[in-house]
């Protein structure tokens, strides 16, 4: 029977993604587990444990003591934040893998997930349509984490037989829990400010266009890869996943289509050179033909859901 394990549960796709996890294999079969509260329908769902990626032996012990066959692993620095801690996120982001992938193999678990990103990519990277297969050589501590982490998935698959299944995400958007310190959160921050302030001071240029999707795009994909057949996993560092490509003053554009009062400044801060670094747009044909993956929301649906719930929140 599948058990599962999200460590990072109380992050932005955390929060989301075990609830998902829980409706679709049970409740009692999804242990959310995170080092800060989750929230309180995570906390009334289903079980919660405090751990510490970092702590080997007290996740051997819980995953004992539950029986878990699968772990979703997604605690990690993000890119903003990785930049203003860059040894202590390197320690988090890769030891925190190792952790992970060594119990898979060491206990036996059937699957794992980890997320990489479009931070593997770099200023020598093609922007445009980035495909599969390309020049990596990303210059942020983050991207480089985890294209580390990538080329470590793929060996511990091809040596261990450890099935780890990864997909690069673009920046997520959803209305759940707040964004965890990147460089995409703008994205997230501006449906916030528009409905409580009218405005928001965006700390990327007008025209920084960036893959983006929203977050139940991200969710499906992220279950139908781990649900798929094993032999239609063909790639074992990581898929390229395609949402909605966009710069702000196109989100900023299509906000002030729902509230017409909205306006946007611009101050870009240190994030903009992590952006500038990053493609615009990405080519995900692989994950389509692999695995049969197609994203379903565009940035007009996304921004009426966003507006919608956040208005419910705000009110
Ligand atoms: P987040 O920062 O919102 O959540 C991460 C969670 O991990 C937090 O709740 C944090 O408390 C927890 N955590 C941090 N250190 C920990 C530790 N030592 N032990 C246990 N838990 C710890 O991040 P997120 O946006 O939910 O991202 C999850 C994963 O997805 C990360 O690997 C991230 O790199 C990746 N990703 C996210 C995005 C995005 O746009 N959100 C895009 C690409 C990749
Ligand atoms: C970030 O901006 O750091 C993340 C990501 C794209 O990996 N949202």
């Known amino acids: 029977m599948k058990k599962i394990l999200v460590i990072g549960a109380a992050g932005q796709i955390g929060t989301d993604l075990t609830i998902e996890l829980r409706k679709r294999f049970g409740n009692q079969n999804v242990i959310a587990s995170d080092l800060k509260q989750p929230s309180a329908e995570i906390l009334s769902s289903g079980t919660f444990i405090e751990l510490n990626v970092l702590d080997k032996a007290s996740m051997e012990q819980a995953i004992k003591q539950h029986q878990i066959t699968e772990i979703y692993h997604l605690a990690a620095i993000l890119s903003g934040n990785a ?20 119990l898979a193999k060491e206990l036996n678990l059937s699957k794992v997930f980890w997320p990489s990103s479009i931070a593997v990519f770099g200023p020598s990277t093609p922007q445009t349509n980035t495909p599969q297969k390309t020049v990596m050589e990303p210059n942020t501590v983050y991207g480089i984490s985890k294209l580390a982490g990538e080329r470590w998935c793929e060996y511990y698959f091809q040596k261990f037989g450890v099935d ?3 997909l690069r995400y673009p920046g997520l958007i959803s209305y759940s829990a707040d964004a965890g310190g990147g ?8 449906f916030h400010e528009a409905l409580k302030n009218d405005t928001y001071e965006c700390f990327l240029k007008a025209d920084t266009k960036l893959p983006m999707m929203y977050m139940e795009d991200a969710i499906n994909a992220t279950i139908d890869l781990m649900e798929a057949d094993v032999q239609k996993v ?3 560092s990581s898929y390229n996943l395609a949402g909605i490509s966009f710069d702000p003053q196109m989100i900023s554009d299509e906000i002030k289509k729902h509230l017409p009062l909205f306006t946007i400044t611009y101050k870009p801060d240190f994030r ?15 994950a389509q033909k692999d695995w049969g993956w197609s994203a379903q929301y565009d940035m007009s649906e996304m921004c009426k859901i ?6 419910k929140k705000t009110k």
């Open 272 to 286: 903009q050179a992590i952006a500038d670094s990053w493609p615009a747009s990405i080519d995900d044909t692989v």
């Open 164 to 166: 780890v299944r990864s």
């Open 234 to 236: 063909k790639e074992r």
């Open 306 to 311: 966003m507006l919608t719930e956040i208005g």
């Open 83 to 102: 930049e203003k801690a860059p040894k202590r996120s390197w320690d988090i982001n890769m030891e925190g893998l190792f952790n992970v992938l060594d």
């Open 183 to 190: 460089t995409t959160d703008y994205a997230v921050e501006i």
